[in-house]
Every structure is written in C-alpha cells, then in structure tokens.
C-alpha cells in the first residue's frame, strides 16, 4: 500500500473536473502537491483552499514552457498526468485544428512532460507516474475522431513504459475512466452510460495510486463491455454501416 504523506505530487491537469477534485484528496491525504494547467486564476484558487500546494502554470503544448516547469521542480516523488482536451467529432465534420489539439493535449504534452521527469526518476532509482486515459481508447468509437486515438497512443504508451521500466524502481500505471461530469462532457449530446461525478472518479483514481498495479479501468460493468468490443466480430459491429 503506497502512502501518499510527505510526499510531492505534480499533478498536470487540476484546474477542472476530476483533476481538481484529485487535488482535494491527495492534500487531504498529506501529500505536497505542484499543480499545474494553463488556468492559472483557477489554479491558484485551489492552492488557496488546500494546504501544501503550489501552482505552476503550463501549457503542454508549449516544448518550452514544460522544459521551464520541469526546471522549477527541485524533487517530485511522483506525477499525475492528467490533462485533457475533448471535442465531440465526426470523420464527417472533420475539425483539423481541434483534432490536433486534442492530440497534442492529450498524447503529446504526456511525451514532453514525461520525456523530462522519466530520466530524473531512473536516475534516483524510484518514481511514481500515473496516466489517466480513457476507456475510449481501448476501441474506435462514433464522434471520436481525434480523442479516441490520443487516448489509445496514451495507453500504449503506459504499455510500452510498463515494460521497460519494470526493473528501475519506477512505478508505472494507467487509468482509465468512463464518462465523468465535468465541462468536457457538457458537450455531449447522447446518453452517457454510468456516468460519474468528478469527486467520485477522484476517489477511484486515488484508490488505484494506492496499490503498484499496473491497469485499473472504471466504472464495471460499463468497461467490461468496452474491453470485449476487440473480440467481436467486424460485421457485427459495423453491420448496416
């Protein structure tokens, strides 16, 4: 069981949603807390409101500015990477520059962030990183062009750093939830099957950082049936399409 206690946490995406209720537990749980986002009115109302935390403005889409976070950070014991970029999007309303965004957003500003704080955790001998992604990307799905695929390249990112970190005392882990309420989700117009509160997402995230396991996919059933589409047929799934 991992304690989070006198421990510092950089958390990248707190200024919203799940991530900002995140925040709210792991200072309650002791921890020290860098927090970052490109919000910085709304980061710094939440430090005011929780004790042992800082923040640090970002923008990952910025190789620079992550490059300056990451030189302001004297010691982190572990990172949360969490932030999100979401538009709802059809292949047949193709939006280039928002789907871009939602991949730099949410793969390539992982790369830039970890790209800098995975050396520094090999080098130590210890490090703990937790990816949140989405049960999205375990599947293509309608009106997903751009998430969806950001999500999976992150998954398969947590995969591939599984492997090769396994022996360097680094930890390393992905979550992945369904539909949480926040402002992203507003923009949905469907049904969100099982769909959570962000405090209630934030204390499942904060449940799997407790333990060294690798996956921890959220709620059940509803990723249960996420995890078996790979294994259904083609036609069944595309059928009349």
Known sequence: MISFSGKTYWLVGASEGMGRELAKQL???????????RNEERLRSLCDSIPNARPLPLDVTDPKAVQSAVDEIRQI????????????????????????????????????VLGQVVPRFVAQGSGDITLVGSLAGYHGLPAAIGYGASKAALISLAETMRFDLRNSGVVVRVV?????????????????????????????????????????????????AIRVLPFVPDWLIYRGR
């Open 77 to 112: 014991d572990g990172v949360i990477y969490n932030a999100g970029s979401y538009d709802p999007m059809p292949a047949t309303d193709w939006d280039s520059d928002a789907a871009l965004t939602m991949s730099d957003v949410n793969f390539t500003g992982a790369l830039r």
């Open 27 to 37: 200072s309650a749980q002791g921890a020290h807390l860098i927090l970052s986002a």
């Open 176 to 224: 992945n939830p369904g539909f949480i309420k926040t402002r992203l989700t507003e923009k949905n117009s469907f049904r969100m099957p099982m769909l959570m509160t962000a405090e209630d997402a934030a204390e499942r995230v904060l449940k799997a950082m407790r333990k060294r396991r690798f996956r921890t996919d959220f709620p059940a059933p509803f990723s249960w």
